[in-house]
């Protein structure tokens, strides 16, 4: 190993391949010597000054001095492999503060950078107008891609599987239609679809890493993933989402860095934007799962409608095939595998019967709401001492200890079945491809299944949150066990920070007070320690204290006060009728949305001002409809307080209707309160009032979009002008007008700024 490890420094490395040389596992990668071609600071004020490039070229072109300092310290990363930490402020232009020096980097080195977001809103701005500005005014030929999910695209595999049991399904007419959509498709995208199609229907056709065979699939070639991968690998910016890249670093971080399960194709070079988002996006991603339902769906891919199994159909063929080696397999089967499989369906009738005896006693102690008969979203927190019960080892840890056993064998007895095939004659093995490529794609989910029940025995619950979400009827409740790291700095630290050369954070909202110790704590970022981190906040060219108002009404009472409700819909009624509509309502739980909603949006009705609510529609149709009728109101919740834009004239007034603190009963954010006191520190001041000022920003940050946009944000929680940390909320935002009195003045103060601003 030492020796391995010599000439990795040498830019050689070592690999184990299977005998078939269709899977590729890397023991020790090579490390490759880059010598960098760095971007000169003077070629991005060439584009960004005044009478640059971009200012001849962009009509509506406005100097953004924050946008040049963003751009020049964004090449700066680049060039000495530093990490960065960007604030910039709404109208900053930070989107193409970054791009210019991602592409003049990708271009002098022909390297990749990876750009990542958590909104496809934004993934969509960067492909559709930003790229378009950069390619034309730097004139390159470089190409960005957008990287999609797997699950995002069709497989014509398992199409081709499903097209015989069609014939007897013509009253499927959904599943029809995507079969005729697919013989014209050009990318194979649920996008192109005209509708959203059922999530059961897309699963049985969409495509799956554990169904996957890759390079051993006729299809391969014209497969619509590899498509997209194959244009990945021809582009040098690779637009993702959060996720998609967390899943590929992780695939790395396993040293499976040449398999072809990865999702992107090699890069050093990493933006973050909505990097406020990287804490909560690490933590799903890093979430162990297990659920009843999952696996009874494990259990149904195994069988068709006859009640045998898909191996059973494989193996009948196989017997009248006339050829020995063939038939052998097939006694195989017969015997040793559906052996294995029945005794693995029958334990989990009785493992999941005690299990479901735990949750129905949580059930017994716990007040849930029931919606159409079923239960709504219920959260149960498992704590480090009813972990560690005697009662949860015999109720829930021994009988998934038994399931994993039980799948572990049929994984044994698939496996033998598996490595007979590869010893198959050539000859057999092509004129059984097709049964043979779905026998191999069936282990992977075996496999995958084995793997999330060992992870979730395996975690420890001094370091890991851990809960159940139960839903679905009292009497047969399902669920699913999570278990996520709280901290989850020291993973980011591992598989990021120490692995790629420069990762730029940008957003709108990193800093609380003017400092970053918040977010490169959440983040372990503060564990850094071979790297400079550079640390910027470039300012809103936005006036604000013109543009806006920021009222606080004083006569509203604390959002714990009984009165609260009805003094918040009364001001609702009465300043949305000033306004005339053009409204956002924001709130911090659906349940207060659908009260308030009840209440104000029939009065609103009556004055003909519509109002919307999050939950009617998908969401971008609400934002469609809301921006297409400029009197309208939008009452949400949860994603509306960031990532939307809704500019000039449809957007008015935003009305914050609490503080956005975080519920403190939320498994995961529970659980990390807990970790800081343990850590001997306030959990208030330093977690959830610094998160809740982030959230605050978000929230005001929907008003004001452009340099012509004016309006009024208005905050109805008087805990902001009574509680000594109200002044922190303040001082995290641009310096704009401020008026408090009761509701009355408050209306008063909004009628004579709107008139003020349409005077202008």
């Known amino acids: 190993m030492e020796y391995a490890k010599f000439l990795q420094k040498q830019g050689i490395g070592f690999f184990i391949t299977n005998n078939g040389a269709d899977k590729l596992n890397t023991v020790t990668p090579p490390v490759v010597i880059f010598k960098n071609k760095k971007i000169n600071e003077e070629e991005i004020r060439e584009v960004l000054s005044p009478n640059g490039v971009l200012s001849k070229n962009k009509e509506d072109f406005e100097f953004r001095e924050g946008q040049i300092e963003m751009s020049i310290e964004v090449a700066k990363s680049f060039n000495d492999n530093r990490i960065a930490i960007l604030e910039a402020g709404t109208g900053t232009g930070k989107s193409l503060a970054y791009l210019i020096p991602a592409y003049l980097w990708a271009k002098k080195n022909n390297e990749r950078v990876v750009i990542s977001t958590n909104t496809i809103n934004l993934q969509s701005q960067i492909l559709n107008k930003d790229i378009p500005i950069v390619k034309k005014i730097l004139n390159s030929d470089i190409n960005a891609v957008l990287i999609k999910g797997r699950k995002n695209y069709l497989c014509k595999l398992k199409l081709l599987n499903l097209q015989s049991e069609l014939e007897f399904e013509r009253d499927n007419r959904e599943m029809n239609e995507i079969l005729n959509w697919a013989q014209n498709s050009s990318t194979g995208c649920v996008d192109e679809l005209s509708y959203i199609p059922n999530n059961n229907v897309w699963d049985k056709v969409s495509s799956d890493n554990d169904f996957c065979v890759g390079r051993r699939c006729s299809f391969y070639e014209s497969c619509f993933l590899q498509i997209s991968r194959r244009k990945a690998s021809e582009s040098n910016i690779l637009i993702v989402n959060h996720h998609i890249l967390f899943a590929d670093i992780e695939i790395r971080s396993l040293g499976k860095g040449l398999d072809e399960n990865l999702l992107l194709p090699p890069y050093r070079k990493i933006i973050f934007d909505e990097a406020h988002n990287i804490e909560k996006s690490a933590n799903s991603f890093f979430t162990n799962q297990f659920s009843k339902s999952g696996f009874y769906k494990f259990i149904a891919n195994y069988r068709v409608k006859s009640g045998k199994s898909f191996l059973s159909s494989i193996a009948n063929k196989f017997l009248k095939s006339g050829i020995q080696e063939i038939e052998k397999i097939s006694v195989t089967i017969s015997e040793d595998i559906n052996n294995s499989f029945n005794l693995l369906n029958a334990s989990s009738f009785e493992i999941f019967e005690k299990i479901n005896d735990y949750i129905k006693n949580i059930l017994d102690k716990k007040e849930y709401f029931l919606r159409n008969g079923s239960i709504n979203n219920l959260q149960y927190r498992i704590r480090k001492e009813e972990w560690l019960s005697r009662e949860f080892n015999d109720y829930l840890i021994e009988p998934l200890s038994i399931l994993g056993k039980n799948i572990g064998q049929f994984n044994k007895s698939y496996g033998l079945l598996c490595d007979s095939l590869d010893s198959l004659s050539e000859k057999v093995a092509a004129k059984y491809e097709f049964d043979i490529k779905i026998i191999k ?25 851990a809960w159940f979400d139960i839903f679905g009827k009292p009497e047969d409740p399902l669920f699913t066990l999570n278990v996520s790291p709280v901290n989850i700095g020291q993973i980011l630290k591992d598989k990021l920070y120490d692995v790629f050369d420069s990762i730029v954070f940008t957003s709108a909202t990193l800093s609380v007070d003017n400092k970053f110790n918040f977010f490169k704590n959440i983040t372990g970022l503060s564990l850094v320690n071979n790297k400079t981190i550079t640390e910027k906040i470039y300012d809103s060219p936005f006036d604000y204290l013109t543009q806006v108002l920021f009222v606080s009404p004083v006569d509203i009472p604390e959002p714990n006060s009984y009165y609260y409700n009805d003094k918040l819909n009364e001001y609702l009624k009465d300043t949305i009728e000033e306004t005339g509509g053009s409204t956002f309502v924001l709130f911090t739980s659906y349940n207060q949305l659908q009260k308030s909603y009840s209440d104000v949006a029939p009065y609103l009705e009556k004055i003909g001002l519509r109002s919307y609510y999050q939950g009617e529609m998908q969401k971008e149709k609400l934002l469609d409809s809301f921006k297409n009728d400029i009197s309208s109101n939008l009452f949400a919740t949860d994603s509306f307080w960031e990532g939307v834009d809704a500019p000039g004239d449809t957007l008015k007034y935003v009305v914050l209707t609490k503080l956005p603190f975080r519920m403190p009963n939320e498994p995961i954010e529970e659980a990390k309160i807990e970790d800081i006191q343990k850590k001997g520190l306030n959990p208030f001041n330093d977690y959830t009032l610094p998160k809740a ?20 944000v208005a905050l109805l929680d008087s805990r902001v002008l009574t509680k000594s940390y109200g002044k922190l909320f303040f001082r995290s935002l641009p310096r704009c007008k401020f008026a408090s009195g009761n509701s009355g003045e408050m209306k008063k103060e909004i009628a004579q700024h709107l008139k003020d601003m349409s005077d202008k």
């Open 441 to 465: 794609a069936f282990q992977n989910k075996i496999e995958t299944f084995q793997s999330s029940i060992t992870a979730l025995l395996n975690s420890s619950p001094d370091d890991n949150a």
């Open 693 to 712: 000022v982030i959230r605050f920003k978000q929230g005001f940050g929907r008003l004001i979009r452009t340099k012509k946009d004016y309006g009024i």
